[in-house]
């Protein structure tokens, strides 16, 4: 039987996966998970591939996950960056991934500040294509590590309530998650300032079944997942936002909007964090607190979509 994502070259965005197909990479997942719980960590499914992670942008948890996933199915894994590289002399993205082709690349990870440069990579790259987040479009693996960490923790993802809180407007994270909460049936509300938002039309157009609130005490009842987002200060120097203290008080996870929900709503947040600004630091380590978790499952998760993409 073909699998629902045998066929699939590029993971780009989770806008094309399936709910059948996102089934079946949270399942791998769970036995990659199995893999790395191991006393020796490593299989050989990648034996002899070359994936390259090539980060123009800066990262530490995608980065290191993605080194860590293809090493533990034993692919050669190349770390580029653009500082040090003939980037610095002026060699375009075409370019440089042809380059990398040339010397043997397979799957391409990449991290872009512009929003659709894995596109253009995957037109001229005969191999397999992984977003790492490019710019506010999209973020697919942190989509899927959060909704394995859901799944996990919560048996479900369909019918769930889940609140995402922050600079939802600046946020591939936000975006990606969208796509994948609602493919596979969670209600999802969106919380942030307008200015952090945007036309409530863009969102409620694209993803018909979103709610949208201004207003975080009345998002968050009932909520079964709560995701807090980053907040930048260039923000605020943008002028959209009074001051982080301002939107602290309206908008940040507390240990008194913690009091106000279940024991057993999972609380999120992609990271980096900004304790003090978009979540305190007793929510962090409340026992109900996931944000480890995912930055563990990034791991698995990024594994099993090598393991379909390289095959
Ligand atoms: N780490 C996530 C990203 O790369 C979230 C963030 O940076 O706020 O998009």
Redesign the pocket.
Known sequence: MISATAQRRHAIDLDDFTAEEIEEILETTGSMKEVLSREIKQVPTLRGRTVVNMFYEE?T??RISFELAARALSANIVNFTARGSSVEKGESLIDTVRTLQALGAEIVVI?HSQSGAPYLVARHFNGAVINA?DGRHA?PT?ALLDLFTIHERLGQIRDLKVVIVGDILH???ARSNLWGLTRMGAQVTLCAPPTLLGPATYWTTTWPEVTISYRVDEALQGADVVMA??IQKERMQAGLLPSLREYSRAYALTPERLAGLSEKTLIMH???MNEGVEIWPEVVTAPNAVIEEQVTNGVAVRMALLYRLAG
């Open positions: 990262s948890r995608t991290r987040g973020h942190q946020s591939r994270v987002l980053r992609p990271g980096p």
